[in-house]
C-alpha cells in the first residue's frame, strides 16, 4: 500500500508541476506581447522621451 501510494503522490505532484509551467509559459509570452507591443505604439507626445514606461 505505501508504494502505490508513494506513485500516486509522485504522479499528482509532477502533473501539478506541469500545469504549472504551462500557465507560467503563457504568462511570459503575454508579457513578451505587451513589451513589444510597448515599443511599438510609442507616446507621441513631446514631453516623453519615447519610452512607454517609467524605469
Do not use: D, E, Q, T
Not at 6 to 24: H, S, T, Y
Not at 30 to 39: E, I, K, R, S, T
Amino acid at each position: 500500500m505505501g508504494p502505490l501510494l508513494v506513485v500516486l503522490l509522485l504522479a499528482l505532484l509532477l502533473f501539478g508541476i506541469g500545469f504549472a509551467v504551462k500557465v507560467l509559459w503563457w504568462i511570459a509570452l503575454v508579457v513578451l506581447v505587451v513589451w513589444l507591443l510597448g515599443f511599438l505604439v510609442r507616446p507621441r507626445s513631446g514631453a516623453g522621451r519615447g519610452r512607454w514606461y517609467r524605469w
